[in-house]
């Protein structure tokens, strides 16, 4: 995957995206949505060309299906196992997400691998 900047010119390839099913562009094209032929959904930051991380670890993924971003919710969402999926983007929803599921506060080493973004460690459960 190449990530081309309309006005400048200038251009970058994305790493490891040899098998690539679907692009979809979110936040007015800071972030790049590249969902794998195997399922899995990683999410590439434009400016600082690296990946955020994983969004979806590929379960019953549709990578024949489109994948694409709503603005209005701030979500990435896509085709798994006969059902829409939405993939908020923000990092406090993935907070609220997994203080229901875990029932306390994410480690600092938790908030690193699941939360995207680069937004400072919260607490969320109270």
């Known amino acids: 995957v190449a990530v081309i900047d309309p006005v400048s010119g200038s251009w ?3 790493p490891d995206s040899t098998q690539v099913a679907n692009l ?6 800071r972030f790049l949505a590249i969902l794998e032929l195997d399922g899995t959904l990683r999410l ?6 690296e990946y955020v991380g994983v969004l ?3 379960s019953g993924a549709d990578n024949e299906e489109p994948l694409w971003y709503d603005d209005s919710t701030d979500s990435l969402w ?8 939405r993939l908020p983007l923000s990092a406090d929803r993935w907070v609220e997400r997994a203080c ?3 029932g306390r ?3 600092q080493s938790e908030w690193d ?3 995207p973004g680069d937004e400072p460690l919260t607490s969320a459960c109270s």
């Open 100 to 102: 229901a599921l875990v």
């Open 24 to 29: 979809a562009f979110a936040r007015d094209g």
């Open 105 to 107: 506060d994410l480690t």
């Open 44 to 49: 590439w930051d434009v400016d600082q060309q």
């Open 78 to 85: 896509l085709s798994a196992s006969g059902q829409l999926v």
């Open 113 to 115: 691998e699941f939360v």
């Open 56 to 58: 979806w670890d590929g």
């Open 12 to 14: 970058h390839t994305v």
